[in-house]
């Protein structure tokens, strides 16, 4: 690694998650621009970060995970949620559940709305295409030979999926082939980042090419805690690695990757938020900002769960014999259930039929998890019977948080007010969501393998019980974004959409923060493409 403190680099990025890992491998191609990424985790080689189901190994360990927590919330009961957000190579695409969704079409109508052309949805999808290297090959919408391999996830499946897909048809809904193509409504499996039984994360697909450059150089382990200002004007960062503090100067832009919660906050630590906040921590402000940390938006879900008459992954995943067994099976084939996320399946749908687009997301899992096991998100270790479980979320909450300092120490978590449920609109949307929980239970031919509901329980039927379970079960589904959003106008926004920083320069933030509005779906996709779109933003820029 080449010296860094007191170093020049024309772009310094600072995050190497999901965005950042983009940045790195887009800025750095043509070998003109000299890269720093600084990542406050550790490396991505690691056996539970490759191994796809070994993700609920990663959902408390502080070594690669923020292990976030929210303030206690009255729409979730009072209770406070738990936020792991990625904290090595990969960021969260590193830790998270692999399942590839864009979002709905008109989610980037939305975009270009607040945030012009460039984030609509005739470039996303062109930039989709030339990220995607799809299992399923190319078509008018998928691409193939782009960087990301994304399995099909045909191969392997539980034998319940297709019992799901088929009582869900029954319910309604039609058999989708791909979410990502010209409708997302329906029920089907879900595209994975998984490559050769691998989790195939931002770092191993664009990070880990870019690091074999000589015109790139990545620090692990090193916080950064502050953006230098020469007046106005970013000129490079401050950060802190084994305890020394060290500084690096950007010829060009300082560009802040370190996602929904770190950007907002690392924004405010250099003094770019909320004037009369910051001056309460004792910062001295650089711009006011109101918009910072402001607009925080996260989906929340929960599951329902079923004792089953037949073998789930339970009954293999829970005794030991049966985890020799899956371990060899992955070892020697790179198959089973080891080799896949848990979340098989699933679709979308809408609650009422006058919407125009789909505002919930279904999950299914052959697996359950009602018996707690401390310290880990217990999927290699599942409930002593056979269980199932399926899970929503809604796609377009109303209700909005903000993200604040706790203190000026840039070691402290920052305050995160989640607010969910705060909304009536996101209550009655879960409320008619759970039903049709329910109504696919009750179809042929997975009603007669039911052998009883469990969670909530068949006691819970009247509204205000069911809105009560909600709120006392219901959580995120690790989406949050929108806390530095996108557009033309400083008193609603916080970049515009160049992705500068309204009210300074050579700063940018580029990141799942920049969403104008949360996508209807799972984030890393989207995230990827904001460091595929941020990438050409900053590079037409280039001198």
Not at 224 to 232: H, P
């Amino acid at each position: 690694m080449a010296a860094v403190n007191g170093a020049e680099f024309d772009y310094i990025i600072v995050g190497a998650g999901s965005a950042g890992s983009v940045l790195a491998e887009r800025l750095s191609a043509s070998g003109r621009h000299r890269v720093l990424v600084l990542e406050a985790g550790g490396s991505d080689r690691r056996f539970y970060v490759q191994l796809p189901l070994g993700y609920g190994k990663l959902f408390y360990d502080p070594a690669v995970n923020w292990l976030y927590q929210t303030e206690p919330d009255p729409g979730l009961a009072g209770n406070r949620d738990h936020w792991p957000r990625g904290k090595l190579l990969g960021g969260s695409s590193s830790i998270n559940a692999m399942v590839w969704i864009r979002g709905h079409q008109s989610d980037y109508d939305d975009w270009e709305e607040i945030a012009g052309p460039h984030w609509g949805w005739a470039k996303a999808r062109d930039a989709y295409r030339a990220i995607e290297d799809n299992e399923a090959g190319a078509d008018t919408f998928r691409g193939k030979g782009g960087p990301l391999f994304i399995s099909a996830n045909q191969r392997d499946l539980h034998p319940l999926c297709e019992t799901f897909i088929r009582s869900t048809e029954a319910a309604g809904l039609k058999r989708n082939a791909d979410f990502n193509g010209a409708d997302q409504e329906g029920v089907g499996t879900y595209q994975m980042t998984i490559r050769n039984a691998r989790r195939n994360s931002a770092a191993r697909a664009f990070l880990r090419p870019a690091m074999k450059r000589a015109n790139v150089t990545v620090m692990t382990h090193a916080q950064v805690t502050r953006v230098i200002f020469e007046g106005r004007r970013a000129i490079g960062i401050e950060y802190r690695k084994n305890g020394v503090l060290g500084r690096v100067r950007a010829a060009s832009e300082v560009i802040l990757s370190g996602g929904a919660i770190n950007s907002p906050q690392l924004l405010m630590l250099s003094g770019i938020g909320p004037a009369a906040h910051l001056k309460d921590h004792g910062i001295a402000v650089t711009s006011d900002s109101p918009q910072v940390g402001r607009n925080l938006n996260d989906h929340q879900g929960l599951n329902y769960t079923w004792r089953m008459k037949v073998p789930t992954y339970n009954d293999v995943l829970r005794p030991w014999w049966g985890k020799v067994a899956v371990g060899l099976r992955y070892f020697l084939t790179g198959s089973g259930p080891l080799a896949k996320s848990i979340n098989h399946g699933g679709g979308f749908f809408r609650t009422s039929p006058d919407l125009p687009r789909p505002n919930m997301q279904l999950y299914f899992q052959a697996f359950s998890t009602l018996v707690p096991r401390v310290g880990e998100r217990p999927l290699l270790t599942p409930d002593p019977f056979s269980g199932l479980s399926i899970g929503l979320s809604n796609c377009r909450p109303t209700s909005r948080g903000e993200i604040t300092l706790n203190s000026a120490d840039p070691f402290a978590h920052p305050k995160i007010v989640a607010n969910a449920y705060s909304t009536d609109h996101d209550v009655q949307e879960m409320l008619a969501a759970v039903k049709f929980l329910r109504r696919i239970a009750d179809q042929d031919p997975i009603r007669p393998l039911i052998a009883e509901e469990l969670r909530p329980g068949p006691e819970v039927r009247s509204d205000a019980d069911l809105i009560a379970d909600i709120r006392a079960r219901s959580g995120t589904v690790y989406h949050p974004s929108c806390s530095a959003r996108m557009g033309h106008d400083a008193a609603t926004s916080v970049v515009g959409p160049d992705l500068k920083v309204h009210g300074v320069d050579g700063l940018r933030v580029c990141d799942a923060s920049v969403f104008p509005t949360l996508i209807g779906g799972n984030t890393n996709a989207p995230s990827i493409l904001v460091g595929w779109l941020g990438a050409e933003r900053i590079l037409a820029d280039a001198h």
